[in-house]
């Protein structure tokens, strides 16, 4: 069973292009979540998807950042227009459907995608 | 809000033990979690708490007091592959599952 898949695993821009990050979650995972981790800094949550719908977006910036989870495929984060400030690892975890406090709400990471914004 | 605090950094010697600390002031709690993340690479989980006490895991062992808003996470019989950054995240009541993370403590492990 494949763990999370990240992709790019690193990523280098300019400043003002777009940049894309792709996340695939482990086989049966329905929920997925993104996290920017910035250095000496903990993960930040930024978005929580299930398909086809953000649950909550609350930690993502309100311009240039968008995510989704289509039925099929991927979930993307976007960043338009890239600046400085962007530069960062960005993190995918999944977990399976379900509530309350079970072992099985853990959460899995992928290796992290590490964007370079010069 | 969400504050959780744990060391930066801790150094320790290989067969020694290290506890590693971690203090949260969260509005509800649902759960705390442990994760080691070597360099480079994804955050892998350790173990997860959400009643009180100690679990024990192999080598590692996590303890929680809800009413002392304090974890740690007990590494014994240390390896220099266990040098890596050890996360404590706090997870709020359902239906939230985001996670709070602290900035994470980096074990340095010394032949």
């Known amino acids: 069973n494949a763990g999370v898949m990240q992709n790019p695993r690193h990523l280098v821009r300019r400043r003002g292009q777009e940049a894309r990050l792709r996340c695939s979650p482990m086989?049966?995972?329905?929920?997925v979540y993104w996290y920017r981790q910035l250095p000496e800094e903990g993960l930040k949550f930024m978005v929580y998807?299930?398909?086809?719908?953000?649950?909550?977006e609350s930690g993502m910036p309100k311009e240039r950042f968008s995510a989704e989870f289509p039925k099929e495929g991927p979930s993307i984060l976007r960043i338009q227009q890239v600046v400085r400030g962007d530069s960062a690892a960005y993190f995918c975890?999944?977990?399976?459907?379900?509530?309350?406090?079970?072992?099985?709400?853990?959460?899995?990471f992928g290796a992290g995608t590490r964007l370079s914004v010069l | 809000g969400q504050n959780i605090d744990q060391p930066t950094e801790m150094t320790a010697t290989e067969g020694a033990i290290v506890q590693i600390n971690c203090t949260y002031q969260?509005?509800?709690?649902?759960?705390l979690f442990w994760y080691q993340q070597h360099a480079g690479e994804a955050p892998t989980f350790l173990s997860y708490?959400?009643?009180?006490g100690l679990e024990e895991k192999g080598r590692f062992s996590s303890f929680l007091s809800r009413s002392k808003g304090y974890s740690y996470l007990l590494l014994k019989e240390l390896q220099m592959k266990d040098s890596a950054s050890y996360l404590c995240?706090?997870?709020?009541?359902?239906?939230?599952?985001?996670?709070?993370f602290g900035a994470g403590t980096t074990v340095t492990v010394r032949a």
């Open positions: 975890a999944s977990s399976p459907p379900g509530q309350g406090p079970l072992k099985e709400n853990i959460q899995y």
């Open positions: 086989k049966g995972h329905s929920h």
């Open positions: 998807l299930q398909k086809e719908n953000i649950i909550d």
């Open positions: 969260t509005s509800g709690f649902n759960g």
């Open positions: 708490n959400v009643l009180d």
């Open positions: 995240a706090v997870r709020p009541p359902s239906p939230d599952y985001k996670l709070s």
